[in-house]
């Protein structure tokens, strides 16, 4: 069984946070900090742990931009896609490319996290700290 945890990031100081406590009753988190803060409804965005870790280890998080590379016999391992962004969707996390050109309405390239390897994947950021990554993608 995966464990159930989730990390937090302030809208307004721009921070991510792993969370320590939710309470759904009254819309607050309690986060890992030097205060032991609680943060309210309207100020974070909560992103939920896949099960799952990249290659260098890493927990992969809802809301990760991730590389993922196919291995093609006597190609080098170079052969890394464009960038993915991690989504829950249709009941299962997922990526779904980070390209314009690759989107499509029906979300036909949504791929299962649970059909890649995880020697495959490597995470590059997240779309909250690292926006950069997704411009870069965009041009």
């Not at 009753?25 to 870790?53: K, P, S």
């Not at 980070?98 to 890649?116: A, E, M, V």
Request: hydrophobic letters at 35%.
């Amino acid at each position: 069984m995966r464990p159930i945890k989730f990390r937090a990031f302030h809208k307004e100081l721009k921070v991510m946070r792993e969370v320590l406590n939710l309470n759904i009753a009254f819309n607050e988190v309690r986060v890992a900090d030097y205060h032991d803060n609680v943060w309210f409804e309207d100020t974070f965005e909560l992103m939920q742990f896949t099960g799952l870790h990249d290659k260098n280890d890493n927990p992969i998080f809802e809301g990760d931009i991730v590389r993922y590379f196919i291995p093609i016999p006597h190609i080098p391992r170079s052969s890394f896609k464009d960038g993915h962004i991690v989504k829950f969707k249709r009941g299962r996390f997922g990526i779904l490319p980070i390209h314009p050109h690759y989107l499509h309405p029906d979300d036909r390239k949504f791929q299962s996290l649970f059909t890649i390897r995880k020697e495959y994947l490597e995470i590059e950021g997240n779309i909250h700290e690292n926006g950069e990554l997704l411009c870069d993608q965009n041009q």
